[in-house]
């Protein structure tokens, strides 16, 4: 194959597990298994003195060794508090993962033979600006480059409307170890279009396993007779966590399913039920639905009413009491697709689609005499006139059949999950968010507003960028976050409310550009340095992957 069609790759880099697939020489995508022949590697790395070991090895580790072993980082990824400690050196977030990224790919390259440099990672649609980056940085930290950050639930969406001919509105119901996303997705034939999406991304799968651990420990105090927290042993605590997770899954397939529970040389049988156990997680399924209620009534704004699918993606899904709870709620019967590789699937295809599609725009610029950044901006009628044949020449330069090149050639339209505003004063001069951008608006899109400077001979206006949840264009500080900080230093005696142009530019991958503009007749621009202590930057980030490619991961 040419290097036209560059194989990239596609990461599920899940909160429990993570996998890798690519598409083939037929236009499919496939799943590459791992070293164990698996085809899903857990998302567990343990500190093996000056190795890290990744996968099933370091998961049964963490019985053993539980303050070797991290697990369930991704909750933890755009956190700049979280710091693992091992031997007395600290490891954010971003570093951790960056160990999984690296394990997965270089497995992949044994499967495929071939040299991984360019990947696509997914991350929940809920993600906001910094866990975005930190997934980003990674990828990066681990050697790679990030072609881009695509949304879980598009990603399954792409892999579904790669089998399904019909056009027609889909929910994605994606439950998975760690986060729920609910997303609506208009399937057409020539784009796949996300309207509204929706979630939390602190409730998956891993609740579901703590209620068991936390009924557990209740069932060995209730036998046992005594009031101890046999959790604050973290080998009982680990110990509990891996047996509740293997009951869970269990229970999708039986009724009923002993655990043994060791602590302190005891040892407790229980036996849980499938009706217990979801007794106890009640109230995590009500949340999935309240919150499938909210997005609807966004998506409503937004002139969709109605849906015609429902399907469910993330291994959490297999718990029947999720199709039940949906089947009762909804019109729609839910159907469960590929639950555990829909979403490295709809990765890989987007990856294959990036490719492919740098390959169409560097025959068009040959053919239309144009540069690659002018084929950017081709205007529509120029562009059908060199198509049919582009198509060729690009079918032939990688092998792919026409009606491939033109699959590769749907849109995926976005929306951001997140709105993003700055600090402004309102009228009664209380400090409110004003959002230039709501939550659900498609991307890419740009906004500019005129705000006014606050007093006579301001020197320079401090801009806060603040992101957060709320659908509305004011909205209370204390419910949304800082990302960013920018100041444009101001000429001197202007007078109070003098107006100051603030733009806000998202991109589709959801990373956000700020511009203010100086209201004198040099119009001077300032670019927010979108620096946070949440993401790694410049030496840290160096230094960081450095330190990453030193050690041996296996
Ligand atoms: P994902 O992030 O999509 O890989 O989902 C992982 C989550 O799905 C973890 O919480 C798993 O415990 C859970 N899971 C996987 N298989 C099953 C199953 N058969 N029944 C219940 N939960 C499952």
């Known amino acids: 194959m040419s290097e036209q069609a560059k194989k990239i790759f596609g990461i599920d880099l899940g909160t429990t597990y993570t996998s890798v697939a690519y598409v083939d020489e037929y236009g499919k995508p496939v799943i590459v298994p791992n070293s164990d022949n698996q085809r899903i590697t857990p998302s567990v790395v343990f500190f093996d003195g000056d190795n890290v070991v990744v996968g099933e090895v370091a998961k049964e580790n963490a019985k053993i060794y539980p303050n070797e072993v991290v697990s369930f980082v991704k909750r933890a990824m755009g956190e700049p508090d979280f710091l693992f400690e091992n031997d007395g050196k600290t490891f954010r977030a971003e570093e951790i993962s960056g160990f999984i990224i690296r394990k997965v790919i270089q497995d992949a390259e044994q499967h495929t033979g071939g040299k991984i440099t360019d990947v696509v990672i997914t991350c929940p649609a809920y993600f906001g600006i910094n866990e975005r980056e930190a997934t980003r940085r990674s990828g990066e930290i681990a050697g790679y480059n990030v072609r881009q950050i695509i949304n879980e639930p598009t990603a399954a969406a792409i892999a579904y409307g790669s089998i399904e001919s019909e056009e027609k509105v889909v929910l994605v119901y994606d439950l998975g ?3 729920f996303d609910i997303t609506m997705i208009d399937i057409q034939s020539n784009a796949i279009e996300v309207i509204c999406t929706g979630g939390d991304h602190n409730l998956g799968g891993k609740d579901w396993d703590d209620r068991i651990v936390a009924f557990l420990q209740q069932e060995y105090q209730n ?3 005594t009031d101890e927290d046999i959790l604050e042993d973290p080998d009982t605590c680990q110990d509990l966590l891996l047996s509740a997770e293997k009951a869970k899954k269990v229970l999708s397939q039986r009724d009923k399913t002993p655990v043994l529970i060791t602590h302190g040389g005891e040892r407790v049988k229980v036996m849980l039920e499938r009706k217990k156990f979801e007794e106890i ?3 995590l399924i009500e949340r999935t639905v309240a919150l499938t209620y909210e ?3 966004e ?6 009413w109605n849906y015609d699918e429902i399907i469910l993606v993330g291994g959490a899904t297999r718990m029947p009491q999720v199709t039940a709870r949906m089947k009762k709620e909804f019109s729609v019967p839910p159907k469960v697709f ?9 990765a890989a295809i987007y990856a294959w689609k990036l490719s492919l599609n740098e390959g169409m725009r560097k025959r068009v610029a040959a053919k239309t005499g144009k540069t690659l950044e002018q084929v950017e901006d081709i205007d529509e009628i120029e562009l059908e006139n060199v198509l049919e044949e582009v198509e060729e020449l690009v079918a032939g330069d990688t092998g792919y059949s026409i009606a491939d090149i033109q699959r590769a050639q749907v849109k995926i339209k976005n929306v951001t999950s997140k709105s993003f505003g700055i600090i402004a004063h309102d009228s009664n001069d209380q400090e409110v968010v004003f959002n230039l951008i709501l939550k659900n608006t498609d991307v890419p899109t740009t906004i500019t507003k005129t705000f006014g400077t606050a007093i006579e001979d301001q020197e320079a206006v401090s801009i806060q960028i603040m992101e957060n949840e709320s659908s509305d264009t004011i909205a209370p500080p204390e419910q949304a976050l800082v990302i960013g900080t920018a100041v444009l230093e101001l000429p001197r005696r202007l007078e109070a409310d003098t107006p100051i142009d603030i733009t806000f530019k998202l991109n589709e991958e959801g990373r956000l550009e700020i511009t203010a503009v100086e209201p004198t007749e040099s119009r001077r621009t300032v670019k927010a340095a979108m620096k946070t202590r949440s993401v790694i930057y410049g030496e840290e980030f160096e230094r960081a992957k450095k330190r990453n490619l030193s050690i041996v991961v296996s």
């Open 338 to 346: 590929d639950p555990d590789e829909a979403i490295a699937k709809g």
């Open 223 to 225: 036998q046992t007779k």
């Open 299 to 304: 998506a409503k704004k937004k002139g969709y």
């Open 295 to 297: 997005m609807l009534e």
């Open 177 to 179: 170890g760690g986060t």
């Open 281 to 283: 997680t009640q109230d």
